[in-house]
């Protein structure tokens, strides 16, 4: 059997920084400590992506501009709830395994960086922005075609993970996009990673009506729904250490420290990826690499319905049964 | 060569998913738009003999049908590599499959590697009319794809005008299963699988499979007691099932109450939940927020209790108590009872 880098905690497990186990019998008796932790020979390169996405669960005003464009700025902006879930899990691998590298990749405009900070803060160990105007306006292939090939330009990870689906697009779509684009075996709806051995994982997920468990090798991603456990919250140690991260082009401004500082702590800069760096088709990215298209869009409305209101007390509600049965008796639904 | 119509029947166990038959209806009326052949491509293990036959009662003029032991449960990349392999070779028009857990798994990767667009959750799908100014510039046969975006508060109709298939999930629920007047003669294509798929394809394994309910319960319920983050407790909930016993129909939850901890998920209406269309629908103690209502608007009567009167989803209902839930639904019960 396959040693195991990693297995789910028990509920009664405690928590260790650090794993050098030379007696790993005689602790488990003493702590009733999980019985599978082995120190792991070969640290795990994890890259977890995420997305910077308008919050749509609060909208608060109008979503259209008069030119009938969305308008993006009434929304504020947050980390993809479900990529915060695929970060949890990468974490928790780390948590077993703390040489485990989780690294976090985004594409999106500058202030992406907000996100990747956000996942820095929370124990990510390093950040990559891929960003320029030749990426925006893509579809999902065009989005995961670039982002498969930035992740070839930084080295292929064992392991992906990525949120099941964004709050904006709501597609699903790029998790599996990637997975085709770099060869990778995928799992998705991913709720939990029981286990990770040299050779791959083991995960649970949600497959409508049923639960399965499924093992997947190496390489391989895991897209997680957002039913996964929440992401745990930021670590002071983490936001004390990550404040002032930045890409190259806002280290030379003058609002970050002066480049000394940044030389001397080369973990603060979050890589930045371009067109001209990663040599890439232009024909396959952006607006031009997107074989679909909006043709129009229009802001979701219901006309408002005549309705009628019955009171609380019991008269009122026995007329709303009576009223509700004999319309229910001879109403269709509609598109029948 | 006739133009093509693909629609993907998922399978459970030795049957047809009704989504098949959800997404035939549609692809028939799509293909007659198109004077095009439907064509259903169904992949599973040990299906039977009427299941197979049933399609030509919905208009499919071919069948492609895979059938190994291996092939269930479904896994990524056998039906990745069958259904791109027979998209490359028949070369088809438009290519429907369902937005289920195995279709949003399977539809993108073989877009991907297809290069070409897919259009996830579709509302609605209608071939363009370039005779209409508000369609002139799109070429014939163009699919019009019709779906809810920006967490459910936009609609975009989305085109791919250039790269075949134009590739549209569709959530189940959503289109109506209907048989063609006359059913059609279909030619049934039996394909080995290890003619399309290597070795290397069967690497992701399922260890194990469990079935936590069935869903068809709600779908198809004529009445639907439906509760709300303002049910307020998981005890409350019970007051729901009570109702739906007093008048002979199902309950169910938005996505609120669920996370909530008030019911269990399969019972979960709304964008990320089930689409019903039931003759009553009472919506107890929910806001009315557009990714739930969009998985009920099409109810016949639509009754709603809220504390809130100003709550979105009574611009929907036919029937407005303002009240809680706690007081008001004890009154129904008594009153569906005499």
Known sequence: MQPLLYEKRAKKGLSFATL???SWAAIALVFEFDRYLFYTLMPLDILVLIKQVPDTRGVNAPLMTAEGIVNRASLPTITNPDDLCALEQALRIKDQA?????RLLTMGPPSAVEALKEGLFRGAT???????RAFAAADTLATSYALSQCIQAQGQPSLIFCGQQSLDGDTAHVGAQVAELLGYAQVTQVVEVESVSESGIIACRHADVAEERVSAPFPCLLAVSGEAAPCRTRNIQQLLRFKHAATLSVQASSATPAAAYYAQRPYLTIEEWSEERLGIDPTRIGLKGSPTQVWQTLEVAFAPKENESFGMDEQEIARLLQKMRRKADTSCPKNA | MKKNIFVHCETVGSVLAPIAYELLTKGRTLANDLGAELTALIIGSEIEKAAIESVSHYGAHRVYWCDDARLVPYTTLPYTRLLAALCE????????IGATAQGRDLAPRVAARLRTGLTAHCTTLEIADSSLPSEAGLSAGTLLMTRPALGGNIAATIVCPERRPQMASVTPGV???????????????????DDY???DDWRVKVLSHKETTTESAIHQAEVVVCGGFGVGSKKNFALLERLAAALGGTVAATRAAVDAGFAERSLQIGQTGLTVRPRLFIACGCSGAIQFTSGMKDSGTIVSINSDAHAPINTLADYVVVGEVEEVLPKMIQAALT
């Open chain 2, 197 to 199: 798929v290597p070795a």
């Open chain 1, 98 to 102: 703390p040489d485990t590298t989780v």
């Open chain 2, 89 to 96: 070779k028949e070369q088809p028009e438009v290519f429907l």
């Open chain 2, 175 to 193: 289109f109506v299963a209907q048989k063609a007047k006359n059913p059609v003669a279909t030619e049934v294509v039996r394909l080995a699988v």
């Open chain 1, 20 to 22: 050098r186990l030379y």
């Open chain 1, 126 to 132: 390093s950040a990559a922005l891929l960003t320029g």
